[in-house]
Each structure stands twice: as structure tokens, then as C-alpha cells.
């Protein structure tokens, strides 16, 4: 069984900086891509990136290029999740969530292992 733990979340002004962690456990082939996901109010969660575990290649959101950044820690078996020059339309609850798709997977039903979340808060 994976298990997911975010961390990291937490107040920032526009144009802050903030790192997420996600400290994963149990990890199998199922779970050979890591992805984050933001869920704002009254909206839907939406992928922001993903990485894979083993060729440590990265996918993002066209919203966040160039401004967040995903690592790994294979010792920690962590994903971080930078993020840089952040903007009001940023906050929400970030999840990371872990895939067995060998194709990057960009929508929740792809995702089989959820965290719980970390509350993120841009004020402008």
C-alpha cells in the first residue's frame, strides 16, 4: 500500500516562494510517476506536474512553467514541489498523488494513491 504525506504548505505574499514535500511510502511499479495536483475552492483539482521516479523527467502545467520546480530524494523517497513568483490564482490545496501510467498521466482517474493534502495561501 503507498502512502502519501504532504507537507510545506502554508501563508505567502504574492510573488513568495513556498516548498512542498511529499514523503512517499510503500512504493511499487504502481507508482512509478509522482504528480502534484492543485483543488482551489468550489473548483476542480487540476494537475500542475508530475515526475518520474527512475528517469526523473518532469511534465508541467502550462500555468506553471518556469515558475515551479519538481525534485525527488530517492533516499528520502520524497517529491518536493518548488515554488516560485507565486500568484493569487495559485492558492488551494495541493495533493500529490502517484501513477502506474507509463504515459504522463494529467487527470485524476489516472492517479491510483492520493496524500492528504497541504493548504497553500497567495495573498495579493
Known amino acids: 500500500q503507498v502512502q502519501l504525506v504532504e507537507s510545506g504548505g502554508g501563508l505567502v505574499q504574492a510573488g513568495g516562494s513556498l516548498r512542498l514535500s511529499c514523503a512517499a511510502a510503500?512504493?511499487?511499479?504502481?507508482?512509478?510517476?509522482m504528480g502534484w495536483f492543485r483543488q482551489a475552492p468550489g473548483k476542480e483539482r487540476v494537475f500542475v506536474g508530475a515526475?518520474?521516479?527512475?528517469?526523473?523527467?518532469?511534465v508541467y502545467a502550462d500555468s506553471v512553467k518556469g515558475r515551479f520546480t519538481i525534485s525527488r530524494d530517492n533516499a528520502k523517497n520524497t517529491v518536493y514541489l518548488q515554488m516560485n513568483s507565486l500568484e493569487p490564482e495559485d492558492a488551494g490545496v495541493y495533493y500529490c498523488?502517484?501513477?502506474?501510467?507509463?504515459?504522463?498521466?494529467?487527470?485524476?482517474?489516472?492517479?491510483?494513491?492520493w496524500g492528504q493534502g497541504t493548504q497553500v495561501t497567495v495573498s495579493s
Open positions: 515526475m518520474y521516479w527512475t528517469s526523473g523527467r518532469t
Open positions: 510503500g512504493l511499487t511499479i504502481s507508482s512509478r510517476c
Open positions: 498523488a502517484a501513477s502506474g501510467s507509463i504515459v504522463v498521466p494529467r487527470t485524476t482517474h489516472e492517479y491510483n494513491y
